[in-house]
Protein backbone atom coordinates (compact mmCIF):
# COMPACT_ATOMS: atom_id res chain seq x y z
CA UNK A 1 0.00 0.00 0.00
CA UNK A 2 1.14 3.54 -1.18
CA UNK A 3 -0.73 6.46 -0.60
CA UNK A 4 1.00 9.68 -2.51
CA UNK A 5 0.40 13.04 -1.82
CA UNK A 6 2.00 16.06 -3.81
CA UNK A 7 2.44 19.61 -2.96
CA UNK A 8 5.00 22.61 -4.34
CA UNK A 9 3.36 23.50 -7.32
CA UNK A 10 1.91 27.20 -7.46
CA UNK A 11 2.27 30.59 -10.31
CA UNK A 12 5.56 31.25 -11.68
CA UNK A 13 6.85 33.39 -14.05
CA UNK A 14 8.45 32.08 -17.45
CA UNK A 15 11.90 31.45 -16.66
CA UNK A 16 11.14 31.04 -12.97
CA UNK A 17 12.04 27.91 -10.58
CA UNK A 18 9.37 25.27 -8.54
CA UNK A 19 10.70 22.49 -6.87
CA UNK A 20 7.54 19.25 -6.46
CA UNK A 21 7.14 16.95 -3.56
CA UNK A 22 5.71 13.91 -3.87
CA UNK A 23 5.35 12.62 0.09
CA UNK A 24 4.99 8.62 0.14
CA UNK A 25 3.29 6.85 3.19
CA UNK A 26 4.58 3.37 4.41
CA UNK A 27 7.33 1.72 4.55
CA UNK A 28 7.37 -0.11 1.15
CA UNK A 29 9.00 3.25 -1.06
CA UNK A 30 12.27 2.05 -1.52
CA UNK A 31 10.55 -0.77 -3.69
CA UNK A 32 9.43 1.34 -5.87
CA UNK A 33 10.19 3.62 -9.08
CA UNK A 34 8.63 6.79 -8.91
CA UNK A 35 7.53 9.19 -11.52
CA UNK A 36 5.92 12.46 -12.69
CA UNK A 37 3.37 13.26 -15.19
CA UNK A 38 0.56 16.02 -16.43
CA UNK A 39 -1.96 16.93 -18.14
CA UNK A 40 -3.23 20.14 -19.40
CA UNK A 41 -6.72 21.26 -20.27
CA UNK A 42 -8.22 19.52 -23.00
CA UNK A 43 -4.72 18.05 -23.58
CA UNK A 44 -3.51 14.01 -23.37
CA UNK A 45 -1.70 13.09 -20.10
CA UNK A 46 2.26 13.01 -21.04
CA UNK A 47 5.26 11.61 -19.05
CA UNK A 48 7.80 13.61 -17.66
CA UNK A 49 10.25 11.54 -15.66
CA UNK A 50 10.80 8.09 -13.95
CA UNK A 51 13.33 7.66 -11.04
CA UNK A 52 14.12 4.33 -10.42
CA UNK A 53 13.98 2.62 -6.91
CA UNK A 54 17.47 2.93 -5.84
CA UNK A 55 17.86 6.41 -7.89
CA UNK A 56 20.54 5.45 -9.88
CA UNK A 57 18.15 5.49 -13.02
CA UNK A 58 16.08 8.12 -14.56
CA UNK A 59 14.50 8.99 -17.81
CA UNK A 60 12.73 12.07 -18.99
CA UNK A 61 10.70 13.52 -21.73
CA UNK A 62 12.42 15.05 -24.35
CA UNK A 63 10.52 18.77 -23.59
CA UNK A 64 11.70 18.95 -20.22
CA UNK A 65 14.85 17.60 -20.31
CA UNK A 66 17.83 19.02 -19.19
CA UNK A 67 15.30 22.00 -17.58
CA UNK A 68 13.64 19.46 -15.40
CA UNK A 69 15.60 17.53 -12.65
CA UNK A 70 13.83 13.90 -10.56
CA UNK A 71 15.11 12.84 -7.44
CA UNK A 72 14.09 11.02 -4.25
CA UNK A 73 15.07 10.86 -0.39
CA UNK A 74 14.40 7.14 0.41
CA UNK A 75 15.11 8.06 4.40
CA UNK A 76 12.12 10.90 4.04
CA UNK A 77 10.03 8.71 1.51
CA UNK A 78 10.08 11.39 -0.88
CA UNK A 79 10.40 12.22 -4.43
CA UNK A 80 10.86 15.85 -6.22
CA UNK A 81 10.92 17.31 -9.35
CA UNK A 82 12.66 20.54 -9.75
CA UNK A 83 11.97 22.18 -12.21
CA UNK A 84 13.92 25.41 -14.01
CA UNK A 85 13.92 27.53 -16.83
CA UNK A 86 9.80 26.81 -16.71
CA UNK A 87 7.69 28.03 -20.19
CA UNK A 88 4.21 28.38 -20.49
CA UNK A 89 3.73 25.19 -22.09
CA UNK A 90 4.83 23.28 -18.72
CA UNK A 91 1.27 24.14 -17.25
CA UNK A 92 -0.63 21.73 -16.29
CA UNK A 93 -1.39 19.61 -13.40
CA UNK A 94 1.51 17.76 -12.00
CA UNK A 95 0.74 13.87 -11.39
CA UNK A 96 2.85 11.89 -9.11
CA UNK A 97 3.21 7.55 -10.00
CA UNK A 98 4.14 4.83 -8.14
CA UNK A 99 4.70 0.82 -9.55
CA UNK A 100 7.08 -1.46 -8.54
CA UNK A 101 8.32 -1.20 -12.74
CA UNK A 102 10.24 1.57 -13.95
CA UNK A 103 8.59 0.76 -17.54
CA UNK A 104 5.20 0.49 -16.43
CA UNK A 105 5.47 3.98 -14.36
CA UNK A 106 7.46 5.43 -17.31
CA UNK A 107 3.64 3.83 -19.83
CA UNK A 108 1.37 5.48 -17.51
CA UNK A 109 0.16 2.57 -15.91
CA UNK A 110 1.16 2.92 -12.72
CA UNK A 111 -0.23 1.53 -9.45
CA UNK A 112 -0.52 4.76 -7.15
CA UNK A 113 -1.17 7.71 -8.38
CA UNK A 114 -1.16 11.22 -6.07
CA UNK A 115 -4.12 14.05 -6.42
CA UNK A 116 -2.29 16.41 -8.84
CA UNK A 117 -0.55 20.17 -7.95
CA UNK A 118 -1.01 22.44 -10.08
CA UNK A 119 1.52 24.41 -11.96
CA UNK A 120 1.00 27.51 -13.34
CA UNK A 121 3.59 29.39 -15.62
CA UNK A 122 2.41 33.03 -16.95
CA UNK A 123 4.49 34.74 -20.32
Known amino acids: QVQLVESGGGLVQTGGSLRLSCAASGRTFSTYAMGWFRQAPGKEREFVAV????????YYADSVKGRFTISRDIAKGTVYLQMNSLKPEDTAVYYC????????????????WGQGTQVTVSS
Open 51 to 58: VARNGDVT
Open 97 to 112: VADPYLRTTKAGNGRY
